[in-house]
Nanobody, 124 residues
Framework: QVQLVESGGGLVQAGGSLRLSCVAS????????MGWFRQAPGKEREFVAA????????NYADSVKGRFTISRDNAKNTVYLQMNSLKPEDTAVYYC?????????????????WGQGTQVTVSS
């Protein structure tokens, strides 16, 4: 059974930064793509960023390009989301996810396992 545990969320002022972490267990982490999604109250879950199994390919939502960076440390079974220049509209619960394939994906239903999420709140 795959387990994903996110951390690093919190309350930050607009313009600030946070780094989210997601630690995976239960499978060979390095062989599979990882992604970050977010869900704000009353909205559908949306794609944020994804990374392929060795980190060679990354994908970002247009709304976060140039501000967020996804990375991974396969030795630590961890994927990160560095979030800079945060805006109030970035407020959401952030989820990490993994899928059975090595290539990254941008659609939620293409991921097989999900963490429980970490809250990010950006005040204006």
């Amino acid at each position: 059974q795959v387990q994903l545990v996110e951390s690093g969320g919190g309350l930050v002022q607009a313009g600030g930064s946070l780094r989210l972490s997601c630690v995976a267990s239960g499978r060979t982490f390095s062989s599979y793509a990882m992604g970050w999604f977010r869900q704000a109250p009353g909205k559908e879950r949306e794609f944020v960023a994804a990374i392929s199994w060795i980190g060679a390919v990354t994908n970002y939502a247009d709304s976060v390009k140039g501000r967020f960076t996804i990375s991974r440390d396969n030795a630590k079974n961890t994927v990160y989301l560095q979030m800079n220049s945060l805006k109030p509209e970035d407020t959401a619960v952030y989820y990490c996810a993994t899928r059975y394939f090595s290539n990254s994906a941008t659609i939620a239903h293409e991921y097989n396992f999900w963490g429980q999420g970490t809250q990010v709140t950006v005040s204006s």
